[in-house]
């Protein structure tokens, strides 16, 4: 095994190298339909046969989005995991610098532990320091420990506690 190790807060922090085998696609408009059936899989439970789909207007607007960045992951020809970041410009005390938000994250359940989310969370990386923003965000519910796990170990500290509203 080959270890990275970084210093945290005054302590020796060793993180495992993994070699993964598989590439990091951002998502457009030519490789959406391999996005599309990974949706499918996520919302069915099953695969299904790669289609090429027609993409409506709306996606075709959302994707053309300057600020919307979707990266996926892709293993044996079909993508297995994705992650949405949002581009938020801020002004005041930001002095124009905005931050990188992580919107989603996801990894099919048989290809968890192999890399796949660190790798993801490392394109957020690349894209805070590519748009020079401030910082990277995200919310992640209590009640799911893997992911704070993940999350942490990705050098993300909880910065207090908020309610998630919708309407």
Request: hydrophobic content about 40%; charged content about 25%.
């Amino acid at each position: 095994m080959i270890f990275h190790y970084n210093i945290v807060n005054g302590k020796f922090k060793f993180t495992e190298v993994v070699h993964m085998n598989f590439e990091i696609d951002r998502i457009n408009e030519s490789n959406y339909y391999l996005f599309d059936d990974m949706v499918f899989w996520r919302e069915n439970g099953f695969e299904r046969e790669p289609m090429q789909i027609l993409i409506t207007e709306q996606i075709k607007k959302e994707l053309d989005n300057p600020n919307l960045y979707v990266y996926a992951a892709i293993s044996d020809n079909r993508y297995v995991a994705w992650i949405s970041l949002v581009y938020l410009p801020k002004v005041g005390r930001w002095k124009g610098y905005g931050h990188i938000y992580v919107d989603e994250l996801w990894v099919e359940p048989n290809f968890r532990g192999q890399g796949f989310a660190k790798a993801l969370m490392k394109k957020a990386d690349e894209l805070c320091r590519k748009l020079e923003a401030t910082g990277i965000r995200l919310y992640v519910n209590v009640n799911n420990p893997i992911a704070r796990r993940l999350y942490e170990g990705s050098g993300y500290n909880e910065d207090g506690q908020a309610y998630f509203m919708e309407k």
